[in-house]
């Protein structure tokens, strides 16, 4: 016996019996519900390595055009590819890791109120310990709170070391750039989560001496301050 799908012989018969044929659209029904069957999909790839295969194939489709848009072709492409990484590295290792910018810098002072000798004693407490994040921390603040000391800066809670770079380098216009530095060193240390060296330090230390021998360049601001400072003295 011959089996027909539409005009084709699928099975053969026996003898002379005339060959069956199957319409066919029934036929393909048939195939469909037998291909259909779990045994026939035991070894087919999974949802996800089907969804591997498609990135893969779009990397190499992507490579591909690149490859074919570059002088040079592959090579080419490669050539941009490692100078590409080698810049970012460059990069990296020149700048460091990004800066993370607080969205509002928090208060300079965050604990109980202490002289400038008093942190300039903490400072190099965390400088002889290497400990130097901490050390220009506290030197930071121990450089702000000698400018209140000698009346240069109003005692004021809540004060950022922006602002008191701001403050002071109006009253010490010689060293305005180097106060707004130490600043910045401040804020990186300790709200931008970068570390910070024994250079460093030492240019606060050195920016710290030198305002103690400073003489101030008066404003019309701080001959105020410094005169309501007098007065309450005397009272």
Do not use: C, K
Request: aromatic content about 6%.
């Amino acid at each position: 016996m011959l089996i027909r799908w539409g005009t084709a012989p699928l099975l053969p018969r026996s003898g002379d019996e005339p060959p069956v044929t199957i319409p066919r659209a029934p036929a393909r029904e048939a195939a469909e519900r037998e291909l259909s069957r779990p045994a026939y999909h035991e070894n087919d790839p999974s949802l996800l390595q089907r969804a591997l295969n498609r990135f893969w194939e779009w990397i190499d489709d992507l490579f591909s055009a690149a490859a074919g848009a570059t002088p040079g072709g592959g090579i080419g492409l490669l050539v941009i590819v490692l100078a590409v990484a080698l810049l970012a590295a460059a990069l990296w290792w020149r700048l460091g890791t990004p800066r993370r910018v607080p969205s509002s810098a928090p208060a300079l002072f965050d604990d109980r109120p202490r002289s400038a000798a008093e942190h300039r004693t903490a400072a190099e407490a965390h400088a002889a310990a290497a400990h130097w994040d901490q050390a220009v921390q506290e030197r930071m603040r121990a450089l702000v709170r000698a400018l209140e000391e000698r009346a240069l800066l109003d005692p004021r809670p809540g004060r950022t070391a922006d602002e008191a770079a701001a403050e002071a380098g109006r009253t010490l216009p010689a060293h305005a750039v180097r106060l707004r530095e130490a600043a910045r060193e401040f804020d990186d240390v300790t709200y931008g989560g970068r570390t910070t060296d024994e250079p460093a330090y030492r240019r606060l230390t050195g920016l710290d001496d030198d305002l103690e021998r400073t003489r101030p360049t008066l404003t019309s601001t701080a001959r105020t301050t410094s005169s309501s400072s007098s007065q309450g003295a005397a009272e």
